[in-house]
Each structure stands twice: as C-alpha cells, then as structure tokens.
C-alpha cells in the first residue's frame, strides 16, 4: 500500500485541500493524510513537492504514432493539399518510423501526463511498441479501401491485425479497437462488417468525419477539390457513400468521431441522439485550415486529442490544452479550462470505457502530478494555472507504479 499526498485533488467538481489516496494497483481509500496513516501505517508515504495537484492521468485518445517521422514533410495550411503529401510521402515517412522513434513519442506523451491513448493504426506496424509502453493503449485498428472488388483481401487484413491486438498480454495494457478511416475511403460494405466486429466483440470503435469543408462538398455532390484528388489517384469521380448513409451506419453503436468541424448542427443533434461523442484536436484542425469545432455549442461529450505529427508539432496533451485555451476564445476562460481538463480525465475514459480518468475507490491508480511555480491565491483558478504553467508533469504512476 502506497499513500500520496499533494495540496490538492482534482475532481470533477473542484479542487480538494488536504485529501490525500491509499493506493496498489487501484485507489483503496481517499481522506486527510492523518486519517490513512492511521488506517494503514505500514504504507509507504508519498509526499509531493509544494504547490502541487494530483491528476487523474490524462487520456488522448486519438493519435497516429506510424507519423513520428514527420516533421516538415507534409503539407500544412489546407486539407487538400496536405492529404495530397500524405500519398506522395506516405511511403518515405513510414519507412523511416521506426520502433525507437515512435517509443520516444510515447515517452514524450507520458512527461505531458498521458497515462493512456487511443492508437489509430493502418497498418499494425506501432503494435510492438503499444505492448511495450507503460501506458494503457487503446489500440484502434483501422480499416481504410473504397474499391469493392479488393474489399474481401482488406477485410481479411484488418480482421488479422484486430487479432494480432486481442492476443497481446493483459500485462501490456492493451484494448483491442476498430476505427474506420473516413467516410470518403471506406466502402459502406467494409464500413458495415466492420462497425458488426465492434458490435460484437464490444470493442471501442473510432471514426474521423467532416474533417474538412472539402470532404463535404465531396460527400453531397462528388465535387470539390477532392474531386482532383480521387481522379488522380484512385481513377474515380463518385463518391462511395453520403453524409447520412454514414451516420447511420453507426446507429446501433456508440462511436467515437473525430473532429466533425463542418457537421451541421442537425447532425450533430442526431450523433448526441444515439449515443456518440466526439474526439477534437484543436491544433490538426487549426493547421490543416479546418476551421474550429463550436465545443460551447456541442450537444454530445467530447475530447480533446492531439492526432499524429501527421498534421501536429508535438504529441503533448499539455500544449494541446494550451491551444485549446487560445482557439476557443468566447468561452469564458475559466470555465473552458475545467471543461477541457474533464475532456482528457472523465469524460474520455467514459466514451472509451475504462475504469481510469477519476480519483475514486476502485478506478486504476492512473495518475499526473502537476506542480504550479508558487501557490495559488485562488482555487477556482487551478485549472487555468495547470494548464498555463505545465510544460511537464512532476510524476506519473499507472497501475500504482511510478514512472515518472
């Protein structure tokens, strides 16, 4: 049995002076330091430095590690000109990603207080390095291919690589997912097999949709810049599916969508209606020229995510919150803060389903330990303060133990 001890616990409700967690593997007893001592007096005393808050670890739950290599190759400022350095470089990108390079990214995400993630995976190749992170992975194999006549070779790739993830060790921390690419690249037969493998086998699934402005002129009337796209590289001028026929895919299973920035606010009344959320990435959006997704308005949960350094400069949740804070200017500040901090602890373990993201009895011992530069004279603003003042964590622990 451990005990920690901070000035402060941060819960969805506010901050708590003068509580401190009795832990193993999983939080055994919250209360003042003097009552768990009492309690459990052969636990050994964790005593944080001064000004400091204990976080439940944070969660991001949408990244693309097989993008680590990326720093200045791909295009930023517009969808369609990025997605077109995706295919020309592509190859060349993941060639030279390798296990070192994405384990250091994971690395880099832990000192920002990610304790767990959400891996988008196209091809299985970070599977390895998933396995060996501390971190808990939830690991989204993703199915991508609007040809139907190679639809069964990559169906039965994708039902490989689901496989590959289900044997991993519990020891690994793995949670075997689906994520679907998007609805322009997947053919609404592969969509459909795939959201029946979630279904049945009560997986997390994950889907970007309305990224940009671009792919939904392509998805109401095959037409756009996306158009060039898919006659250049695909030899095609239609689209596979529609905007409605793709929500409804997903009728009978709660997903998580990324972005949605050009969903209408019909859609995003039906996506709230059954049962869905929402992965942001604010900094992606911002530098692929999306526009920014209206969180003060949104009807259903959502939260916040950094994507790949595919189109992101780093993989920290910290400077994503930052972001966050600036893009999202009519929000008042305050309020935002401790809306965006809910986004990467609670609430994202909910939409994902896992028993972490709340300093509560019986959740995972899965914390962050942040430290402000001097004490804070308010506590209504420590969520503002965490946010501003944090470049790194001071300690991670997941699953009582401590690695950072």
Same mark, same amino acid.
């Not at 990559?154 to 690994?172: H, I, N, P």
């Not at 795939?194 to 049945?200: D, E, R, S, T």
């Given at each position: 049995?451990?005990?920690?001890?901070?000035?402060?616990?941060?819960?969805?409700?506010?901050?708590?002076?003068?509580?401190?967690?009795?832990?193993?593997?999983?939080?055994?007893?919250?209360?003042?330091?003097?009552?768990?001592?009492?309690?459990?007096?052969?636990?050994?005393?964790?005593?944080?430095?001064?000004?400091?808050?204990?976080?439940?670890?944070?969660?991001?739950?949408?990244?693309?590690?097989?993008?680590?290599?990326?720093?200045?190759?791909?295009?930023?400022?517009?969808?369609?000109?990025?997605?077109? &350095?995706?295919?020309?470089?592509? *190859?060349? !990108?993941? $060639?030279?990603?390798?296990?070192?390079?994405?384990? /250091? #990214?994971?690395? =880099?995400?832990m000192r920002s207080g990610i304790t767990t993630f959400g891996a988008i995976s196209s091809f299985g190749n970070e599977l390895?390095?998933?396995?060996?992170?501390?971190?808990?992975?939830?690991?989204?194999?993703?199915?991508?291919? &609007?040809?139907?006549?190679?639809? *069964?070779? !990559?169906? $039965?790739?994708?039902?490989?690589?689901?496989?590959? /993830? #289900?044997?991993? =060790?519990?020891?690994s921390r793995i949670t075997p997912a689906v994520a679907i690419h998007s609805p322009y690249s997947v053919h609404p037969i592969?969509?459909?097999?795939?959201?029946?493998?979630?279904?049945?086998?009560?997986?997390?699934?994950?889907?970007?949709?309305?990224?940009?402005?671009?792919?939904?002129?392509?998805?109401?009337?095959?037409?756009?810049?996306?158009?060039?796209?898919?006659?250049?590289?695909?030899?095609?001028?239609?689209?596979?599916?529609?905007?409605?026929?793709?929500?409804?895919?997903?009728?009978?299973?709660?997903?998580?969508?990324?972005?949605?920035?050009?969903?209408?606010?019909?859609?995003?009344?039906?996506?709230?209606?059954?049962?869905?959320?929402?992965?942001?990435?604010?900094?992606?959006?911002?530098?692929?020229?999306?526009?920014?997704?209206?969180?003060?308005?949104?009807?259903?949960?959502?939260?916040?995510?950094?994507?790949?350094?595919?189109?992101?400069?780093?993989?920290?949740?910290?400077?994503?919150?930052?972001?966050?804070?600036?893009?999202?200017?009519?929000?008042?500040?305050?309020?935002?803060?401790?809306?965006?901090?809910?986004?990467?602890?609670?609430?994202?373990?909910?939409?994902?389903?896992?028993?972490?993201?709340?300093?509560?009895?019986?959740?995972?011992?899965?914390?962050?330990?942040?430290?402000?530069?001097?004490?804070?004279?308010?506590?209504?603003?420590?969520?503002?303060?965490?946010?501003?003042?944090?470049?790194?964590?001071?300690?991670?622990?997941?699953?009582?133990?401590?690695?950072?």
């Amino acid at each position: 049995m451990k005990i920690i001890n901070s000035d402060f616990l941060y819960t969805p409700n506010g901050y708590l002076p003068n509580q401190a967690v009795a832990f193993t593997e999983t939080i055994k007893d919250i209360g003042t330091p003097e009552e768990l001592m009492l309690r459990y007096p052969d636990a050994a005393i964790i005593q944080t430095e001064p000004n400091s808050i204990l976080y439940p670890g944070f969660i991001n739950t949408h990244v693309h590690l097989e993008f680590s290599a990326n720093k200045t190759s791909l295009a930023y400022g517009s969808f369609k000109p990025w997605l077109d &350095s995706v295919i020309d470089h592509r *190859d060349e !990108l993941m $060639g030279v990603c390798n296990n070192k390079m994405m384990m /250091s #990214e994971c690395e =880099k995400m832990m000192r920002s207080g990610i304790t767990t993630f959400g891996a988008i995976s196209s091809f299985g190749n970070e599977l390895e390095v998933c396995e060996k992170t501390p971190q808990r992975v939830v690991f989204f194999n993703e199915l991508i291919g &609007s040809n139907a006549m190679y639809a *069964d070779m !990559l169906y $039965g790739d994708f039902q490989e690589r689901v496989r590959a /993830s #289900e044997s991993c =060790k519990e020891s690994s921390r793995i949670t075997p997912a689906v994520a679907i690419h998007s609805p322009y690249s997947v053919h609404p037969i592969l969509l459909q097999k795939a959201v029946n493998v979630a279904k049945q086998n009560n997986m997390p699934i994950s889907a970007h949709f309305l990224e940009s402005q671009e792919e939904r002129e392509w998805l109401e009337s095959s037409s756009g810049t996306l158009r060039a796209f898919f006659l250049k590289y695909f030899n095609t001028s239609t689209t596979v599916t529609n905007i409605e026929e793709f929500m409804h895919a997903f009728d009978t299973y709660p997903t998580h969508f990324t972005h949605c920035v050009h969903a209408t606010k019909e859609e995003l009344n039906y996506l709230a209606k059954k049962g869905h959320s929402i992965a942001h990435c604010p900094r992606s959006n911002r530098y692929l020229g999306c526009g920014r997704l209206a969180i003060e308005d949104l009807p259903l949960p959502f939260t916040l995510a950094t994507d790949g350094l595919s189109s992101n400069n780093s993989l920290s949740i910290l400077d994503e919150l930052k972001a966050a804070i600036m893009l999202h200017n009519d929000i008042p500040i305050q309020e935002l803060s401790s809306k965006l901090l809910r986004a990467v602890t609670g609430d994202a373990a909910a939409i994902l389903g896992l028993n972490c993201g709340k300093i509560e009895v019986d959740k995972l011992a899965d914390f962050a330990v942040v430290t402000l530069p001097e004490e804070s004279k308010r506590t209504e603003e420590l969520a503002l303060w965490t946010i501003l003042h944090t470049k790194e964590v001071s300690e991670v622990y997941i699953e009582g133990e401590k690695y950072v």
